[in-house]
């Protein structure tokens, strides 16, 4: 068991650009979320997977992110057009209702636009 | 809509020490976490609880559920330094996400 991991671990952009971020899931695990982390807060929810299926998405999730999970193992969340306001750190986390569903969290990205 | 909130957000406390944190939550759920999380890294997941009255202890940490009250408690014992991090409470609102409290971040003094 690895765990979860994410890629990159550090980005830094420039406003404006886009930016992808990829999540690999523990093996076992069919769920698979992504949260945001800003400083001196607790993660909030953007959205989440059972499979590939994309079963529920945040407000916080504006159109300019877009999340994929194509084969149901690893996903990927692309924010266009980043804005200074998308810094922060996004955590993936995985989980199987088969054992126990606790959610795992991976390292996290940490986004930098400036 | 679920709102998750600790008390204290900030606690300093001595080596050995103990003292209990506490996770209140707005509306009815199955399951309450606690997550521990170090400077700079990602969440470690502590306890899961399930059920009215579930009780679970690791080490010098001890959490508890009351559903009816909608309130989880963290018990520390005798502190130690290695217990300094940012605690949160996470609770299941009904659709498999997780709403967080602001986490509590406690330091303890030799």
């Known amino acids: 068991d690895t765990g979860v991991s994410q890629d990159p671990r550090h980005k830094i952009t420039k406003r404006g650009q886009n930016v992808t971020f990829r999540c690999d899931p523990i093996s076992e695990h069919n769920r698979l979320y992504w949260y945001r982390q800003t400083l001196g807060q607790g993660p909030e929810f953007l959205t989440y997977?059972?499979?590939?299926?994309?079963?529920?998405k945040s407000r916080l999730l504006s159109d300019r992110f877009s999340a994929e999970r194509p084969k149901g193992s690893f996903s990927t969340l692309e924010i266009q057009r980043t804005e200074q306001g998308d810094s922060a750190m996004y955590l993936c986390?995985?989980?199987?209702?088969?054992?126990?569903?606790?959610?795992?969290f991976g390292p996290g990205t940490r986004l930098t636009v400036l | 809509e679920l709102k998750v909130e600790q008390n204290p957000l900030f606690l300093s406390m001595q080596e050995g020490k103990n003292y209990t944190i506490y996770c209140n939550y707005s509306t009815t759920s199955d399951r309450l976490y606690w997550y521990r999380q170090d400077p700079g890294k990602s969440l470690e997941s502590l306890f899961v609880l399930l059920s009215n009255g579930a009780v679970k202890q690791e080490g010098r940490l001890m959490a508890s559920l009351d559903t009816k009250a909608r309130l989880s408690t963290l018990h520390i014992t005798a502190a130690v330094h290695d217990l300094s991090a940012t605690y949160f409470c996470a609770v299941e609102d009904g659709s498999e996400k997780l709403v967080f409290g602001k986490g509590m971040k406690l330091t303890v003094n030799p």
């Open positions: 986390a995985s989980s199987s209702p088969y054992l126990g569903d606790t959610q795992y």
């Open positions: 997977f059972q499979n590939e299926a994309q079963l529920e």
